[in-house]
């Protein structure tokens, strides 16, 4: 079975609110992602993502009833501590895990594109780099950014790559990249979704670690 597929997001309503306990289950099996990648550099990712989503559910188990969608948890805290919001509690935990979710996401959606290094085209270097340019380089200083440098330059084989997201079977690579797209499907509309929610409530920060 696919990593991926065995724990799919799921369809998000009209309004596209994101309920808090669905997105936390779903979310908690992404760390998992990264010990594909190789490098133990990712394990920065991976702690990180980690320790975003143990803040949210800490919020959220206080109060399910009060806190059913992830909005309802960064309006609450927007009214509780006016003076430090967004840097505040599950507000910035969330803000900075959207920003690992969109790296998988972009990762992927290059794996599935079909962009690739014509001279290398069994290595994703190229896809992990557009991943990290895009999504997370920006919010990380001049030290942190060389760490991933040479993270990058470590990236794992397309075919090891796309094997371990397969949990070690042996599955033709067309067949690993459609389920990719399966995922990306409510995946992509989460994520989204999630940016959508700061920028309406003008919470999005850039400042680097």
């Not at 309920?19 to 760390?31: G, I, M």
């Not at 962009?115 to 999504?135: C, F, G, Q, S, W």
């Not at 990249?177 to 399966?182: A, F, G, I, K, P």
Request: proline share 4%.
């Amino acid at each position: 079975m696919s990593l991926l597929l065995d724990n799919q997001f799921k369809e998000l309503p009209p309004d596209k609110s994101v309920d808090t306990k669905l997105f936390l289950e779903a979310v908690s099996h992404l760390p998992s992602f990264f010990d594909c990648l190789g490098s133990k550099v990712f394990s920065i990712i991976k702690s990180d993502i980690n320790g975003n989503i143990t803040k949210i559910r800490a919020v959220y188990v206080k109060d399910p009833a009060k806190y059913v969608t992830l909005e309802d948890i960064v309006v609450s805290e927007r009214e509780a501590h006016p003076a430090e919001w967004p840097k505040v509690g599950a507000t910035l935990a969330l803000m900075w895990l959207k920003r690992g979710l969109r790296f998988i996401q972009i990762l992927l959606q290059s794996l599935a594109d079909g962009e690739m290094d014509e001279n290398n085209p069994n290595l994703i270097r190229v896809n992990v780099t557009k991943a990290y340019e895009h999504a997370l380089k920006k919010y990380h200083g001049w030290i942190v950014q060389k760490i991933f440098n040479a993270a990058l330059i470590a990236a794992p084989y397309r075919s090891n790559f796309l094997k371990a997201l397969s949990k070690g079977e042996e599955v033709k690579e067309e067949d690993c990249l459609e389920n990719v797209r399966q995922f990306l499907v409510n995946y992509t509309t989460t994520v989204d979704a999630i940016y959508e929610m700061y920028g309406n409530l003008n919470a999005e920060l850039d400042y680097t670690v």
